[in-house]
């Protein structure tokens, strides 16, 4: 089973600056399988990268993905009030189990 | 527009069963992979199991691997997760996703196993 660790656990920045979440992978896999999800309480997550640079349907282009083999980037480049949430990367389609990680919470500083 | 609809959550005592339905509009309901994704209270987000277009394929993580099985109903446009054996540690909101990856969510029923 493939292992995501996504770091840091808690980012504390405030409106407009740059969000950097990482998502490493306890083995390589294809980029083609990585996505990232936000989540807000109470509601279900919403798809924001597939592929690991494909924007989803919709989704700003703040919004960017990016890496290969272990380690994967979701960058927000300047955060907005409704960004603040949590961020899950996801490996799917790599084998026959799907992984989440443990996710990134960012709040406002 | 696509909709997921999870319904059968509920209180249920250790070692008993449930059945999650999850009714589905708005797409074509046989072209897609659904999964079963859960959250327990306060939690991250668990994958249990998806199921390919036809129903030929069907995959566990192995925390309910033996003890949970997802179906599908392409006439119905229904996805199902039987869950036995059920434990304390299953309680969580449970997610019917669609697609892969996984593009649109319903928003969840809560499952409660406790004594």
């Known amino acids: 089973e493939i292992v995501l660790t996504q770091s840091p656990g808690t980012l504390s920045l405030s409106p407009g600056e740059r969000a950097t979440l990482s998502c490493r992978a306890s083995?390589?896999?294809?980029?083609?399988?990585l996505a990232w999800y936000q989540q807000k309480p109470g509601q279900a997550p919403r798809l924001l990268i597939y592929g690991a640079s494909s924007r989803a349907t919709g989704i700003p282009d703040r919004f960017n993905g990016s890496g290969s083999g272990t380690d994967f980037t979701l960058t927000i480049s300047r955060l907005e009030p409704e960004d603040f949430a949590m961020y899950y990367c996801?490996?799917?389609?790599?084998?026959?189990?799907?992984?989440f990680g443990q996710g990134t919470k960012v709040e406002i500083k | 527009q696509v909709q997921l609809v999870e319904s059968g959550g509920g209180l249920v005592k250790p070692g008993g069963s449930l059945r999650l339905s999850c009714a589905a509009s708005?797409?074509?309901?046989?072209?897609?992979?659904l999964s079963w994704i859960r959250q327990a209270p306060g939690k991250g987000l668990e994958w249990l199991s998806y199921?390919?277009?036809?129903?030929?394929?069907?995959y566990y993580a192995d925390s309910v691997k033996g003890r949970f099985t997802i179906s599908r109903d392409n006439a119905k446009n229904s996805l199902f997760l039987q869950m036995d054996n059920l434990r304390a540690d299953d309680t969580a909101v449970y997610y019917c996703a669609k697609g892969y990856p996984t593009d649109y969510w319903g928003q969840g029923t809560l499952v409660t196993v406790s004594s």
């Open positions: 996801q490996q799917y389609g790599s084998s026959r189990t799907w992984t």
């Open positions: 708005g797409f074509t309901f046989s072209d897609y992979y």
């Open positions: 083995q390589s896999f294809s980029s083609s399988y």
């Open positions: 199921i390919t277009s036809s129903g030929s394929a069907r």
